[in-house]
């Protein structure tokens, strides 16, 4: 089945500088990659996806890049702030059409 | 915070005692979730369920069990089976056709001593 790795587990930025994760993937037939933002003690939130037929997706801050040769995304958040210290997660649609997330990366951005 | 409510926010239970967790939701989604969380293992799939009265296994299912008899309603028991129930359980919702788009719950704290 699908399998997500997702590194680094934790991250430590200054504020106004740039935060980088990146997720691999081992299913080639993924097509759909979601990141989610968990802050303490609260519920994941999607901030961000691409579809396979994409490889670049901005929205504001926060940016997604798609390998699909490679099997591997990344989120990138620039210009970092206090309030995007938090647990982001990747995910990846697996055979059954359902998600399969990576291990997470908690994000600490210290002003 | 509407659409998805999960309750209590925090449950202690004594090893043996099987438990049950609510989740309820007023989006009209047809399917439901239900997600384990532990540090350092993101979000593992335990149920799934596409309609009324019908759910299947995740991968994580032993240990479970679950019923979808409303719409808005799938709770998810935690039986004495399960061999380390101690972690933080998710309940997420969505539209099958665009079951990607998950929506969570708040989610629900269970500690087992």
């Known amino acids: 089945g699908e399998n997500v790795e997702q590194h680094p587990s934790t991250l430590s930025v200054q504020e106004g500088d740039s935060a980088v994760i990146k997720c691999t993937y081992s299913?080639?037939?993924?097509?759909?990659f979601p990141w989610y933002k968990q802050e303490l003690g609260k519920r994941p939130q999607l901030i961000i996806d691409?579809?396979?037929?994409?490889g670049e997706k901005k929205d504001q801050r926060i940016a997604v890049t798609l390998n699909k040769t490679a099997k591997h995304f990344s989120l990138h958040i620039t210009e970092t702030q206090p309030e995007d210290s938090a647990v982001y997660f990747c995910?990846?649609?697996?055979?059954?059409?359902?998600?399969?997330f990576g291990g997470g990366t908690r994000l600490m951005v210290k002003p | 915070d509407g659409g998805i409510t999960q309750s209590p926010k925090y449950l202690f239970r004594k090893e043996g005692q099987n438990v049950t967790l609510s989740c309820e939701q007023n989006?009209?989604?047809?399917?439901m979730y239900w997600y384990r969380q532990d540090p350092g293992q993101g979000l593992r799939l335990i149920y799934y369920?596409?309609?009324?009265?019908?759910?299947q296994k995740g991968d994580i299912a032993e240990g479970y069990s679950v019923s979808r008899e409303k719409k808005e309603s799938f709770p998810l028991t935690v039986t004495s089976a399960q061999k380390n129930p101690t972690a933080f359980y998710l309940c997420?919702?969505?539209?099958?056709?665009?079951?990607?788009?998950?929506?969570f719950g708040p989610g629900t704290r269970l500690t087992v001593t």
């Open positions: 997420a919702s969505s539209i099958w056709d665009n079951r990607y788009e998950q929506y």
């Open positions: 299913d080639s037939a993924s097509n759909y």
């Open positions: 995910a990846a649609n697996n055979a059954g059409n359902m998600l399969t």
């Open positions: 989006l009209n989604h047809d399917a």
């Open positions: 691409i579809r396979s037929n994409v």
């Open positions: 369920s596409q309609i009324v009265n019908d759910f």
